[in-house]
């Protein structure tokens, strides 16, 4: 199994970029497709982009195309989460997650994913 831990969220003024981060565990890491989701105080999880265990291709939410990148380092056990052009509406508790099963395809339902990690905070200020 991968178990994850998110990192470099930070409070930013709108325009800004953020690189988020995610460190995952397991020798199989590189077999799992991997998501990022974001969650807004009062509102449920929302997927933001993901990424196929060899990174040949990726998905985005309609709202963040073009300003965010998802990538990954399966040498590093680590997944990326470029953030640019930052807007209010983008503050939220980030997570990301590896699917249930590995050689799976991209997905935008977290009930796909599992072993969420702990979140990284981004806030916005306009």
């Known amino acids: 199994q991968v178990h994850v831990a998110e990192s470099g969220g930070g409070l930013v003024q709108a325009g800004a970029s953020l690189r988020l981060s995610c460190a995952a565990s397991?020798?199989?890491?590189?077999?799992?497709?991997m998501g990022w989701f974001r969650q807004a105080p009062g509102k449920g999880r929302e997927f933001v982009a993901a990424i196929t265990g060899r990174g040949r291709s990726t998905a985005y939410v309609d709202s963040v195309k073009g300003r965010f990148t998802i990538s990954r380092d399966n040498a590093k056990n680590m997944v990326f989460l470029q953030m640019n052009s930052l807007k209010p509406e983008d503050t939220a508790i980030y997570y990301c997650?590896?699917?249930?099963?590995?050689?799976?395809?991209?997905?935008?339902?977290?009930?796909?994913?599992?072993?969420w990690g702990q979140g990284t905070q981004v806030t916005v200020s306009s």
């Open positions: 397991g020798s199989t890491f590189g077999l799992y497709t």
């Open positions: 997650a590896p699917r249930r099963e590995p050689y799976t395809a991209l997905s935008n339902r977290d009930d796909y994913y599992g072993n």
